[in-house]
């Protein structure tokens, strides 16, 4: 294993998209519901939407694309278009609340959003108070071809009512863009690796999604390690990714989507994955290669009938990642597939690997891994002091990986970014005699659901709206399945206030894995002297969910 990757290999994360393409042009890059796209029409296709943007929308160099899908065709086309056109992306959960989207709209300045049919009315409710000028639709059977694409789309909406109606002025179809793209010759665009390519949305202890600036270099770097690290039994032009996690998070985008087009691999995307037994039924019908996913996913598949079933003989890669993976998860992995369910660790503000265990680990450790090459990891204290081996202390993260910093918020960058460009994770760890690290707890109050970060704060100022709450706190209890659900303890202003209430209430402005779970009433609330609400002490009465 190289202790040093070349960062310069490629200026950009379109030099590796364009490098790909040369080598393997007929080769499939991308699957999904029984349609394939090979790297020459992701070539042609992501070129399209690019000279749209340029041409037609006239952006400019830096402007900011929001891009709100699930896993599906459309998603590497766009993701490619847009950042071929010297535009950023900013990836947008579809599952966002009308709260939560104009946010991240009005503070990255999007002045483009492409969304999925299913979640139009989601943006028609907020389009008008934002810096949006073109919104762009489109339905998860577009790119799938005739008759199956308009088949897919009729079922969406008239027979599963998935899609609710919606109305949107002068909102355009993608299909119509890579039309009005096709009459224009995408010109050539300077890309430096200094370039923000991806504002990727990630909480803080505000509570307040900030923008994370990963550059071109950043996601090059990351896509160098960790393609050095796991790239050792890789056959290119091979490989067959399962890709369920969604793109738009940072694990599955920079480990499925860059380091496997680096191999020339096939990402096959998982549209649903929360239909377990449909995911089941499509794993049967593709010979894999590798996974990635998080911890509650592998369980999913474990406890789904028929996933023994499938064929595991071309597996050589799992990967777990985006909250800690248990040893029963991990054990179950490899006694029914035969593959060792590698732990990874990282961070949306590290593009996001840091820490990696050994492909050729025979059994799970509970580490988090080695750093990955050009990657320096330590454990330090309040003072700042780097401690020894065993102590427990705040991991800290450096390497060409690591962000830019948070948009237009240099305070908040300041505060995880100390002098000597360490970035402070805000995870507790400890590093034994093998240079191994070892999660011990989050000095942070972050809630870990499946992978996704819950701020405390953010839950808080949502149950605090209601008139029945005179006081709110929200804490992370241990789940067997999601690792941590959401919890929320209340003080009544009004008696009559129920659970029911609350949940409801959360349910309008909350996305769905930052739903209490559990809610408790009590007289009050644990505090500081100061009045500080104590939710370390709430956790620790909370014998688990």
């Known amino acids: ?47 399209q939407f690019a000279a ?34 010297g535009l950023t992306v900013v990836n947008t959960n579809p599952m966002y609340t009308a709260r ?66 919606y109305s949107i002025p002068k909102a355009i179809r993608f299909r119509d863009t890579l039309e009005l793209g096709r009459k224009h010759t995408l010109p050539e665009i300077s890309i430096s690796p200094q370039d923000i390519a991806f504002l990727q949305y990630t909480g803080g202890t505000t509570g307040v999604a900030k923008g994370a600036m990963l550059t071109h270099r950043n996601l090059v770097a990351n896509m160098q390690q960790a393609a050095a690290w796991v790239g050792i039994n890789v056959r290119l032009g091979e490989e067959v990714i399962i890709t369920a996690l969604p793109l738009y998070h940072i694990f599955a985008l920079t480990a499925n989507g860059l380091v496997f087009m680096k191999f020339g691999g096939l990402n096959h995307l998982i549209t649903n994955p929360r239909d377990m037994r449909g995911f ?57 597939t035969g593959t060792t369910l ?36 330590c454990v330090k204290d309040e003072e700042g002091r780097i401690l020894a081996t065993g102590e427990v202390g705040e991991l800290c993260i450096k390497g060409p990986q690591v962000m830019k910093g948070y948009w237009q918020r240099p305070d908040e960058t300041a505060k995880v970014i100390d002098a000597d460009g360490w970035l402070h994770t805000g995870d507790m760890a400890k590093m034994d005699d093998e240079g191994y690290f070892y999660i011990v707890d989050r000095k942070k109050d972050m809630i870990l659901v499946s992978g996704f970060n819950v701020y405390p704060n953010e839950v808080e100022d949502v ?80 014998p688990g969910a």
Not at 349 to 365: F, R
Request: aromatic fraction near 6%.
């Open 52 to 85: 749209y943007l340029l041409d037609e929308l006239k952006l400019k160099k830096g402007d900011r694309v929001a891009i709100m899908l699930p896993n599906c065709l459309q998603y590497p086309i766009a993701t490619f278009g847009v950042l071929r056109a």
């Open 463 to 542: 149950i605090a709206l209601m008139p029945g709450v005179l006081e709110v706190a929200a804490v992370g209890v241990p789940d067997d399945k999601s690792g941590e659900v959401v919890k929320v303890v209340i003080v009544k202003k009004d008696p009559a206030l129920t659970e029911e209430q609350v949940k409801a209430h959360a349910r309008e402005h909350l996305t769905g894995y930052k739903h209490p779970r559990i809610v408790e009433f009590r007289k009050e609330l644990p505090k500081t002297n100061v009045g500080k609400i104590l939710r370390r002490e709430l956790r620790e009465e909370s």
């Open 342 to 377: 590698v732990e990874a660790y990282g961070l949306t503000e590290t593009s996001p690997a840091a820490c990696i265990n050994p492909m050729d680990l025979k059994d799970y450790n509970g580490s988090i891994g080695l750093p990955i090459p050009s990657t320096d990891a």
């Open 100 to 165: 939560e989207l104009k946010h991240q709209l009005v503070d990255s300045g999007a002045s483009v959003i492409l969304v999925l049919d299913n979640f139009g009315d989601t943006v028609q409710e907020v389009v008008a108070d934002t810096p949006v000028k073109q919104v762009i639709t489109t339905g998860l059977g577009d790119m799938l071809g005739f008759p199956k694409g308009a088949i897919v789309n009729f079922v969406l909406k008239h027979v599963k009512k998935m899609v609710p109606d």
């Open 280 to 336: 089941v039924k499509e794993l049967k019908q593709v010979k894999f290669t590798a996974i990635t996913g998080v911890n509650t996913l592998f369980n999913g598949l474990l406890n789904t009938p028929g996933f023994d079933e499938v064929d595991f003989s071309g597996l050589h890669l799992t990967l777990g990642g985006g909250m800690a993976v248990q040893r029963s998860v991990a054990e179950r992995w490899k006694k029914v």
């Open 1 to 47: 294993m190289p202790s040093e990757i070349d960062v310069d290999e490629f200026p950009s994360v379109v030099s590796v998209l364009e490098n790909a393409i040369s080598h393997y042009n007929q080769r499939p890059a991308f699957a999904n519901m029984g349609k394939t796209l090979t790297y020459g029409e992701i070539d042609t296709l992501s070129r």
